[in-house]
């Protein structure tokens, strides 16, 4: 379990930018900031930030995909929003679960001082004790950097969000003027005829004033580029100067966002208006090499299945990020091929049998298992290149036990608890565990691998440390068996298996943890990109035969 913080820090002199919501959700205020940051940090600036989920959730780890998309862990096994993957892969760092503010976090640290008897017989209020928890966090996130962005999750005027925003409203008070930026992110639609429409922007900025809060910069999501009356219509009626308001149109990747920001000049804009323009690098010597990976025009396109149960992109979020980092890695446009594990009808199973290589990622519980065992089954005997991501590693040693070495009804003990062969087994330290939040197996932990296999090859390092987020592993006792019949284990951490790999394969890998958790767009995850370029590989050689 990540450790909480605890000692009450004053300001550091640290700049905050925080950044609001308006209208609706999902407007993708989390990628503009991130964006901003990144931009920032491109500056020469140390940026970090803070992602505020008002939910009672202490963090995102119970959470149903269904209805948050993935649970992102972090190095220190923080459970949480996959915004904050966001914030990882856009501005290159690695976050601690403090970064991560929720509702549940505060309540309960609050109420947990109260019955230490720390209030001294007070009464025990949001304003002052939850407010004050608020900024202590955000404080103690930012210390050490030099710009924290802070995003509040939600829409302003939501009850949950109302602590956080009076938190706000009295951390203006408390700082300088010139350390604080307000942004408020909204909705311009477009009317039926064509027009550019600001009211719900006047009246979501309003919202914000009636809780004391001023933006000092607006940024309006639409289709396209804002118009410059609509810039100076929202300027009038919100009380802004008309250069503080930008556009954040549709763009093809979110990847694009901060080469759309930049040519916006809102970096630049919050650079003048938080005093960093004379201390920032000079522009033309700004590193540039995200704009050059992401406009770099791929020059092959691979089709990948990913083989999971809950069909929403979102669900396997940095599945799809760590591909698009292998695809600019490589110069390919890596489609993934949707297969639903759990109802593997034609349309699929055809996906399945188009793929040029198969990802079977994470997952808990028994639904989708035995769909999940046929693509890896595919994968195995067809030598189509495999990449098996926790759960899809388990999948691996199930199907392998029982399809190779003959095991009948082997299975993990989450499945089947009875199974006559518990290839995959409860982690012994789980034993006794009872609840359910943030008692995984978690976080980074370094794994050692084999000279002379793959996955040595694909690190090119005898170690790697990645993150991890599970409760049963390879039992001990069918390890021997499984090596004797040909698959091997080629990382491991002490007793614990980590990594497997089937030598007469072209690309059959997989992970007990989560790669996918540390790529980033300039440095790919090396498992992905080892299995897109054995795929690159494998259509030259087809190539080649073709035209031989
Ligand atoms: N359900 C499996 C376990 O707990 C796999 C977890 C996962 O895929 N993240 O070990």
């Given at each position: 379990m990540p450790t909480e913080l605890t000692e009450y820090d004053p300001s550091l002199g640290n700049k905050f930018i925080f950044v609001t919501g308006g209208v609706m959700s999902g407007l993708g205020k989390g990628i503009t900031a991130a964006s901003t940051g990144r931009l920032l940090a491109n500056a020469g600036f140390d940026v970090t930030a803070v992602k505020i989920d008002p939910y009672l959730n202490v963090d995102a780890g119970t959470m149903n995909p269904y209805q948050h998309g993935e649970v992102y862990v972090l190095k220190d096994g923080g459970e949480v929003d996959l915004?904050?993957?966001?914030?990882?892969?856009?501005?290159?760092?690695?976050?601690?679960?403090?970064?991560?503010?929720?509702?549940?976090?505060?309540?309960?640290?609050?109420?947990?001082?109260?019955?230490?008897?720390?209030?001294?017989?007070?009464?025990?209020?949001?304003?002052?004790?939850?407010?004050?928890?608020?900024?202590?966090?955000?404080?103690?996130?930012?210390?050490?950097?030099?710009?924290?962005?802070?995003?509040?999750?939600?829409?302003?005027?939501?009850?949950?969000?109302?602590?956080?925003?009076?938190?706000?409203?009295?951390?203006?008070?408390?700082?300088?003027?010139?350390d604080i930026l307000f942004t408020h992110v909204t909705l311009v639609p477009y009317s039926k005829n064509g027009e550019q429409k600001t009211k719900p922007t006047q009246h979501s900025v309003k919202e914000l004033r009636s809780i004391g809060l001023q933006p000092d910069i607006l940024v309006g999501r639409c289709e396209d580029k804002l118009d410059p009356e609509t810039k100076e219509k929202i300027a009038l009626f919100c009380d802004v100067p008309t250069d503080a308001v930008f556009s954040n149109p549709d763009v093809a990747d979110i990847y694009h966002v901060p080469l759309m920001v930049e040519?916006?000049?809102?970096?630049?804009?919050?650079?003048?208006?938080?005093?960093?323009?004379?201390?920032?690098?000079?522009?033309?010597?700004?590193?540039?090499?995200?704009?050059?990976?992401?406009?770099?025009?791929?020059?092959?396109?691979?089709?990948?299945?990913?083989?999971?149960?809950?069909?929403?992109?979102?669900?396997?979020?940095?599945?799809?990020?760590?591909?698009?980092?292998?695809?600019?890695?490589?110069?390919?446009?890596?489609?993934?091929?949707?297969?639903?594990?759990?109802?593997?009808?034609?349309?699929?199973?055809?996906?399945?049998?188009?793929?040029?290589?198969?990802?079977?990622?994470?997952?808990?519980?028994?639904?989708?298992?035995?769909?999940?065992?046929?693509?890896?089954?595919?994968?195995?005997?067809?030598?189509?290149?495999?990449?098996?991501?926790?759960?899809?590693?388990?999948m691996a040693v199930i199907e392998y036990a029982r399809n190779v070495c003959g095991l009948e009804g082997a299975d993990s003990t989450e499945m089947v608890e009875d199974t006559p062969h518990p290839v995959i087994d409860i982690l012994p330290e789980q034993y006794e565990v009872e609840d359910m939040g943030g008692t995984m197996r978690l976080g980074a932990h370094e794994t050692t691998i084999s000279e002379g296999t793959l996955a040595h090859e694909v690190y090119g390092s005898d170690s790697c440390t990645e993150r991890h987020r599970h409760r049963y592993e390879v039992n001990p006792e069918y390890i021997d068996e499984l090596e004797s019949a040909g698959m091997r284990f080629s990382g491991r951490a002490n007793n614990r298996m980590e990594i497997l790999e089937l030598p007469d394969h072209p690309y059959f890998l997989g992970t007990q943890f989560h790669p996918e958790f540390r790529s980033r767009p300039t440095r790919a995850s090396p498992p992905f990109v080892g299995l897109v370029e054995t795929i690159l590989g494998d259509n030259e050689t087809d190539t080649e035969e073709v035209t031989a």
């Open positions: 915004d904050l993957g966001n914030y990882e892969r856009f501005l290159d760092i690695d976050m601690t679960f403090d970064h991560n503010v929720t509702t549940g976090k505060t309540y309960r640290h609050v109420i947990e001082k109260e019955r230490a008897g720390d209030y001294l017989g007070n009464t025990v209020q949001i304003i002052p004790h939850i407010t004050d928890d608020i900024k202590r966090r955000i404080r103690e996130a930012a210390e050490g950097h030099d710009i924290c962005l802070i995003e509040v999750g939600g829409t302003v005027g939501d009850i949950e969000g109302m602590p956080y925003l009076e938190a706000l409203r009295q951390f203006a008070h408390e700082e300088d003027e010139e040519d916006e000049g809102l970096d630049e804009y919050v650079m003048e208006r938080l005093g960093l323009a004379e201390e920032a690098i000079p522009k033309a010597d700004r590193d540039n090499g995200w704009r050059e990976i992401v406009t770099t025009d791929p020059t092959d396109e691979i089709d990948i299945a990913l083989v999971g149960k809950y069909g929403l992109e979102d669900a396997y979020m940095s599945i799809h990020e760590s591909l698009k980092h292998a695809g600019f890695e490589t110069e390919t446009d890596v489609n993934v091929l949707w297969v639903d594990a759990d109802e593997m009808d034609d349309e699929h199973a055809d996906r399945l049998e188009r793929a040029d290589g198969i990802i079977v990622p994470g997952g808990f519980g028994a639904r989708g298992t035995e769909g999940k065992m046929e693509a890896v089954r595919y994968a195995r005997e067809n030598e189509v290149p495999f990449l098996g991501l926790c759960l899809g590693f388990q």
